[in-house]
């Protein structure tokens, strides 16, 4: 179990690699120049002397390998740089905002298992029925409606409309809990619904290849009615595939966040992701794809060593 | 080994920063009616005082820092850290200060003046006045109050400079970006990308200023949600109200729209190679278009035809008789063309950017006009950061551009039309005009404003002949504000981006 613990964090480790060499080479590679965009702001031209001395002080004008070079020295003694626009530190600005952006993932996965388990449950019991339909239907709504649609429309129905809740933003939980989720909802809701499609569609098939099983024909033969069978026997061995899936998801949320963080003004780190490239602030790229690259193959190998665990028959050398 | 280090450090750090979100500093919360939040459309890309950083830099400047002077509502000049000012027969200009004091409680003195000027004039400074301020060639501070500044040559608007939101004065030795100045707010709290939080300075030198306890500026990137968050009523006063919002904002009975003309669409050549470095052909593309429709397209009908310099007709500088000399005329843009050589048209590539949805708009608006005068255009519309680097480097043969002059007077348009300056995106590429730099040279040189008068008369006519550049359309620049916001005003014309000086008369009645 340890080899293969170790053997997959390798591939993970060099998988980062990849994934930060590859940002860092690409950003260097389009057209636009940080230290031209930073003085150049306001439609008003930047003098060419100024945009040299700041590129000679961002250390852009170094040779590319060279800057890649003490980028990665950086990296690995856990320096992830200072940001081109103010200095900021890059890794305190992760440490406040990858919080906030999991707050949003988190809250949306509460709430679509909440939701998706019992309603995919439902439409496997009534399979083929007029309620597994409509079910049915819902999902695949929920799954082909982009974010930023669903996202106009609650701001348009609850802010603007009936102004039960802000249009977005961002309150601090220790400054006022109650506004902070109240801000909170929106945003978790619009992620949830991407993540419910997929939740109903995995509850679904999964109750339902349980439901043939030789073990819940017994349980019904001793007399048990069906309430209990499901409960007991049922869902509980449904929801390991259910939670599979759930933490593969939560891995593609981090990115699929971006869009939600910006129509909603969240704060969170995938949004501000599109600021930095905007301003090609590139150790801020760089130090935020890292962090979401890194939570991404850490989350794939939680989800293959816990399966591993559970199911015997996945080989541990050879996977 | 190294695996469980890292899923350690990492376990760590995350819990770490997850504690962190929650331990926050607690914060009383202000009471509802003292503060008064805005909606800014970005973060400020820095808070350097002197550089030129963008609309929502500006209005963050202003609620900390003043300058010598500034515009009142109706964009006439007024004291600010300057109580009076005045220039003697030989243009040298004495500015006597009134006594004002530092966030920190410090007087404000003629030394903190002579040091900013100083700053700001060094080659370096990349400061947005700094070619200005380089003709100061002495500062001289007789006592603490008055400030007596001399120039290689006479400079009528010397004032505009220092009541430019790019000139706020400085304390001796302060760092660029910091936020302790003289003016009617003190930065309370920052959180970096999202908002920025300023409380009154209760020593602000203007009796009974500012009116409200506190300003919350918020950034709201997304133009639908800072509209959205404007009415349901999660701020009081946002800035670029979008085009397609304004009449939706503007019809509402609980919010007011201010707007006013004075940013303005242009087009911007390569003169550096055929066919553009002929002044026929920019003529050409000018009757070629037909402005209605762009403000149709790309404003929403909130814009205005501009066919001829960028002189807005409430200027006393504005000259009737140029006022349509750019106008829409297919024959005679084919008869230009054809007179240039250029009979069967040919192909260009125009550039723009696909970020912002006015740019692309006008974009293709002109290229349907052009293409019927055998214009091919090929439109290039990378997102803004690219836009601006193959402005600067002129990698393009035309290309769109908006912005608005650096002030009222007929001297801010330099930015856009004197060739002479160094290359830059907001100007033509390689298309020097010496005529018109002279001219520009000469009407600061004159406090006449009848002879100034005769000067960018004479100007206007000589870019009528040679196009330096294209107007388009002027364009309308909306404030969007709840209804019992009272005393914040959108400054006229090309002042717009100066309204946030007006915070501080702001209250919510």
Redesign the interface.
Known sequence: MLRY??LR??VA?FLVWVVVTVVFLLLHL????PA???????????????VA??REKMGLNEPLWQQYLSHMAGVLSGDLGASF??G?SVSG????R???T??VILAAALIATGIGVPLGSYAAVRADGKADAAISFFASAALSTPVFVVG?VV??IF??QL?WL?????V?????PLEHLKLLLLPAGTVALALLAVIIRMSRASVLEVLQRDYVRTARAKGLSRGPILRRHVVRNALIPVLTVLGLEMGTLIGGTVLVE????W?GLSG?LV?AV???DYPEVVGIVMTIS?LFV?LNLVVDVVNALLDPRISLVTS | MTTRLNRRGFLATTGAAGALSFLGPKVLRAQEDGTLRFGLSTYPPSFDAWASNGTAAGTVKVMCHRGLLSYDAEGALRGELAESWDVDDDGVWTFNLRDAKWHDGSPVTAEDVAWTITEVQKPDSAAYLQNQLATITSVETPDDKTVVLMTSEPQAVLPEWFANYNMPILKKGSARDDLMGAGPFKVESIDRGVSITVSANPDYYKEGLPKVERIEAIVYADENLRIAALEAGDVDVVEYVPWQAMAQVGDNPALKLDTTFGPFMYLTFNASKPPFDNPLVRRAVGHAIKREDIAAAAFYERGAPLEHLPIPDASAFFNPEFANEWNYDPEKAKALLAEAGYADGFDCTMLSTAQYGMHQSTAEVCQAYLSMIGINVTLDLPEWSTRVKKGNEGTYDLAVMGTAAANNDPDGLATVIDGSLASAYSRSYGLETPEISELFAKGRTIFDTEERKAVYKELEKVAIETAPIMGLCWREQGYGMAANVEGFANLPGQLTFHSGITLEDAMLG
């Open positions: 613990i170790a964090s390798l480790l389009i057209p636009g120049d031209e965009l930073l003085l150049s702001t306001g439609n008003i031209a930047a003098d060419p002397a100024a001395a700041l626009r103010d900021a600005q992760i440490a406040q990858l919080p906030r999991l707050e106009s701001i348009l802010a603007q102004k802000p249009a977005g933003g961002f601090d939980f220790s400054d006022d910006f129509v909603f003004n704060p501000y600021s905007d301003a090609r890194v850490f």
